[in-house]
């Protein structure tokens, strides 16, 4: 196991990895690799830049004279909408790329079955041997979409989570006296 914290040895697994996965799993990878830059992203975000965003609303609704006239409350949903617009950046990317990874495992499955159909077709028989590439590359990117889903679904859910509590939490600060 540890002969794999080598880069070399490393490099070649993965190659090996998406050579048996065939040319879907290599969309996947690239997919998988932009879903987590954008929840990458957004951790970052929340763990510092969320604070001053907020603040700064704070700030722009405590300098205010009036807080009571109808022109106040507009401006308190204005600074609420672009606090949460912030908060909510990337989330609807994330969620369209966490369901795109599976369709794309399903279709490396499509493809990698019908490699082993013209495996069967061309030879004639259904010699496992000869099916065998085929089969892998059917099953290694259906796991891997799934896979690749899983973990972006865990943490589109708490950052969904999270916006709803910021947006409570903004509301709450901005008081109307």
């Known amino acids: 196991m540890l002969q794999y914290l080598n880069p070399s ?25 932009c879903m987590w830059a954008l929840i990458i992203e957004r951790f970052m975000y929340w763990s510092g830049a969320h ?13 205010r004279s009036d807080h009571k006239s109808w022109y106040a409350h507009a401006v308190r949903e204005k600074l609420i909408s ?17 369901a795109v990874t599976p369709l794309l495992g399903l279709l490396g499955t ?3 079955m019908v490699e082993v159909f013209d495996v069967m077709a061309v ?13 892998s590359k059917a099953t290694i990117p259906t796991m891997a979409g799934l896979v690749a889903s899983l973990s972006g679904l ?10 709803q509590k910021a ?10 006296e």
């Open 9 to 33: 040895i490393a490099y070649d697994a993965l190659l090996d990895f998406l050579a048996a996965g065939g040319n879907v799993l290599m969309v996947i990878m690239v997919v998988t690799f």
């Open 51 to 63: 604070g001053g965003v907020a603040k700064r609303a704070q700030r722009a609704w405590n300098a």
């Open 82 to 98: 672009e606090a949460m617009q912030e908060a909510s950046r990337f989330n609807n990317i994330i969620r369209a790329l966490v």
């Open 110 to 112: 499509v493809t990698g």
């Open 123 to 135: 030879t004639g028989s259904s010699n496992a041997r000869l099916m065998a590439a085929g089969i």
């Open 154 to 163: 865990i943490f589109i859910n708490t950052f969904d989570v999270n916006v």
């Open 167 to 176: 947006s409570h939490r903004i509301s709450d600060d901005l008081l109307i």
